[in-house]
Nanobody, 123 residues
Framework: QVQLVESGGGLVQAGGSLRLSCAAS????????MGWYRQAPGKQRELVVT????????NYADSVKGRFTISRDNAKNTVYLQMNSLKPEDTAVYYC????????????????WGQGTQVTVSS
């Protein structure tokens, strides 16, 4: 019905940068919000950042403020995460999320997830 495909993960040294992409496809009329979450080994999944697709309002985790930037392309149902000044503690699997996906003007579904992309930051 709705698929999220992430790309852009990899291995980088501390202080480096990576850019993640997440494209939503399928039966989509509109999407209220998209975002990125991450899960490090042995830890719970945590919010990184969310963005309201219509207005662009964002919500960043304190740990990434000033280093990570989310952007969107509404026409492509795609969000990007520019990650700068990466730290070893940013190492995790990063998951893309789409919240409140409208498949018709009157029908919506909550919480679609991507398959995850590994980000590893070496010290």
């Amino acid at each position: 019905q709705v698929q999220l495909v992430e790309s852009g993960g990899g291995l980088v040294q501390a202080g480096g940068s990576l850019r993640l992409s997440c494209a939503a496809s399928g039966s989509i009329f509109s999407i209220n919000a998209m975002g990125w979450y991450r899960q490090a080994p042995g830890k719970q999944r945590e919010l990184v950042v969310t963005i309201i697709m219509s207005g662009g309002n964002t919500n960043y985790a304190d740990s990434v403020k000033g280093r990570f930037t989310i952007s969107r392309d509404n026409a492509k149902n795609t969000v990007y995460l520019q990650m700068n000044s990466l730290k070893p503690e940013d190492t995790a699997v990063y998951y893309c999320n789409a919240a409140r996906v409208w498949t018709t003007p009157t029908t919506w579904w909550n919480d679609f997830w991507g398959q995850g992309t590994q980000v590893t930051v070496s010290s």
